[in-house]
Each structure stands twice: as structure tokens, then as C-alpha cells.
């Protein structure tokens, strides 16, 4: 093992294999056919160095009515749904993702309601309703810090705490 390239290595917040991220922007953006939000959660395994996003859960999967023009939202018996899942699965919700009509930042019921109140969950913004070319580099990025407040990540920051591996493995 190499210790010193485990210490100045950054970190990668989330990794997900390349092709299942794709897959996951691809659903976001047809659910939301241009004229409606649409999310998902990001599940998988979590260790203290690095979050894996093995599968992701569409919100219209849970709830079929979970998908508004201006907002998405769950109920708390969704929410439970989801827990059995992640329980019977040995998974744990990683981070959440929707989409906006036009920019990555939060809306005011975003930065109030995080979908999972636990400090270092991260949540995910995707402008333009995931139309056009979605690259790492145009999505918000918020981790919670607890009561209601947020670090705010975007731009080259992403690329740098999101990582896509191909062909399994890391790159
Ligand atoms: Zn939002």
C-alpha cells in the first residue's frame, strides 16, 4: 500500500461508473421531457474514503406522483419504501439529484427541505431539465452541513469531487 499517494490523492466525494451515469441523465431527461423537473436517489456503498453510486432509484419509481414542473417531492411513506429498500439491498442513499427549468442553484425549498437531513449528504442539481449535453462541470453540487446550511460546489469543482470511472475500475 502506498500511504503517501493515499494521503495527497484528493478524495473523490462520489464516484459512479461512467455508464451508469450516463444512463442516469438520460432518464432524467426524458422523464422530464423539457416541461418537468425529475430526480433520483443515488445509492450504494459508502466507506469513509469514497461513496461508489452503484444503482440509482427514479423518485417516480417510489411515488408516481412525485414529479411536479416547479419541484419534486416525496412522501414520508416514499421515504420509508426507500429505507426498507437500502435495508433489504444493503445500500445506502449516496446522494439525491433533480433537475431545474434553468440554473444548478438551489431554490429556497431546496436549501430548507435537503432530502436527507444528515450532515454530508450531498444533493444535486441538474440545469436546462438534463437537455442538451449535460458535462460534470454544469451541475450545483451541495453538501449539508446541518441546519439548513449548505457548502456550495459548481464548475471546475465538480469535475474534481465527482469522479466517472469507465470500464468498472477506476481510471
Ligand atoms: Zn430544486
Known sequence: ??????????????EA????????????????????ESGAFLLGQKTEASRLITHYL????????????DYVSLTAASFAK????CRAEKLSVLADVHTHRLGA??????????MVALVGHIALIVPRFAQGRVQLQDL???VYQGNHKWMTYS?????????????????
Not at 1 to 14: D, E, G, Q, S
Open 1 to 14: 500500500m502506498n500511504f503517501f499517494k493515499a494521503a495527497t490523492m484528493p478524495v473523490p466525494l462520489l
Open 17 to 36: 461508473p461512467a455508464q451508469l451515469w450516463s444512463e442516469l441523465v438520460d432518464h432524467l431527461r426524458i422523464q422530464g421531457a423539457g416541461i418537468r
Open 58 to 69: 427514479p423518485y417516480e419509481r417510489l411515488q408516481a406522483n412525485a414529479l411536479h414542473d
Open 82 to 85: 426507500l429505507w426498507d429498500l
Open 105 to 114: 442553484g438551489q431554490s429556497r425549498s431546496d436549501r430548507a427541505n435537503p
Open 140 to 142: 450545483g453540487m451541495y
Open 155 to 171: 464548475g471546475a469543482d465538480i469535475s474534481r469531487l465527482v469522479r466517472l470511472s469507465h470500464n468498472g475500475g477506476a481510471q
